[in-house]
């Protein structure tokens, strides 16, 4: 796949979760595995002028699938108290987002971020440099 071992490039899509940009106290684990998504994602993306592989990632909020329906978050101590944390977000329809993964493939810039849930339709998120978004102290 990659140009460097003459394939012609391509793109690579990544699943997060919304739960990428979220402390969630009853999921921590699920949390930080979506935060190694991102960051996975954004240092594979560096790799583009060598490999013509495009890296992007997705973000959808909670969506209608067998994985929510059967929730068991074992790290909460109370599984009413889980769902009724899931119950909080509407639910999207699987379909919604793979309309949207196939405009992240052919609109989005390589190490593009995108996250799409009822709440806000489709964004794309913006990480800062970090060498520009602290305050000394």
């Known amino acids: 796949m990659g140009k460097h071992?003459?394939?012609?490039?391509?793109?690579?899509?990544?699943i997060a979760s919304?739960?990428?940009?979220e402390a969630y106290e009853?999921?921590?684990?699920?949390?930080?595995?979506?935060?190694a998504v991102i960051?996975?994602?954004?240092?594979?993306?560096?790799?583009y002028e060598t490999t013509g592989i495009a890296t992007k990632v997705m973000c959808p909020g909670a969506t209608d699938t067998s994985f929510i329906s059967k929730i068991r978050f074992s790290?909460?101590?109370?599984?009413?108290?889980?769902?009724?944390?899931?119950d909080k977000f509407p639910l999207q329809?699987?379909?919604?987002?793979?309309?949207?993964?196939?405009?992240?493939i052919e609109e989005a810039t390589n190490g593009a971020i995108w996250s799409t849930s009822l709440e806000t339709?489709?964004?794309?998120?913006?990480?800062p440099d970090f060498t520009t978004w602290g305050t000394p102290v």
Do not use: C, D
């Open 5 to 14: 071992k003459g394939g012609n490039g391509g793109v690579v899509i990544n």
């Open 18 to 21: 919304i739960a990428a940009f």
């Open 26 to 35: 009853h999921a921590p684990v699920y949390a930080a595995t979506k935060h």
């Open 39 to 47: 960051g996975f994602t954004r240092g594979i993306a560096l790799n």
């Open 75 to 86: 790290e909460w101590a109370n599984q009413e108290e889980a769902l009724s944390f899931i």
């Open 93 to 104: 329809r699987p379909e919604i987002i793979g309309k949207e993964i196939m405009r992240l």
């Open 121 to 127: 339709s489709t964004i794309s998120l913006n990480i």
